[in-house]
């Protein structure tokens, strides 16, 4: 198993006093009305992940804790994974795959995000555990090498 969380030798460890910037909304997307959902943005505070790949099958499994603040409104939360969801637990309850779909927010071909189908509160933390079965993007063909994006963490794979 590969961890993406583990830091390198004589690598600073932050405290969550260090990690944990506030806020900024400035550069995010505005709440907007999807599906009958109230879409927000979150800032991403922490990504915990750890990638188990399988030679023999040629597959692999994530397993990602998101650490999140809600924007300024309340509403559902919007984020990005182009993986198949295998298991969700918002705030340690689970929570069924059904409701982290993907949405169109008319932005063209392949760019839709998924909600969150439970409304939280402006300005709250929460925490998004995923488990997602690894393999080429649910995104425009990348030809025989595809992308596993998570927040600002992308990892290629490569089919032989």
């Not at 550069?27 to 879409?39: F, H, M, R």
């Not at 909600?115 to 649910?138: C, D, K, M, N």
Request: some cysteine; glycine content about 10%; overall charge neutral.
């Amino acid at each position: 198993m590969f961890l993406l969380s583990r830091p390198a030798e004589g690598t600073k460890r932050y405290t969550a006093k260090d990690c944990c910037m506030a806020t900024n909304f400035d550069l995010a997307p505005p709440t907007k009305t999807v599906d009958s959902l109230q879409a927000v943005p979150i800032d991403i505070q922490k990504i915990t992940a750890s990638l188990a790949f399988d030679g023999a099958t040629s597959s692999g499994q994530g397993d990602a804790t998101l650490e999140f603040v809600i924007g300024p409104q309340n509403g559902n939360p919007i984020f990005d994974l182009r993986q198949t969801i295998t298991a969700a637990w918002l705030d340690g309850v689970p929570l069924p795959v059904a409701q982290l779909v993907q949405h169109d927010f008319a932005g063209g071909p392949n760019a839709q995000l998924r909600i969150v189908e439970s409304v939280l509160a402006a300005g709250t933390s929460h925490t998004l555990r995923l488990t997602y079965s690894l393999g080429p993007p649910q995104a425009p063909p990348a030809g025989r090498s595809g992308k596993a994006i998570l927040g600002g963490l992308a990892v290629e794979i490569r089919v032989q």
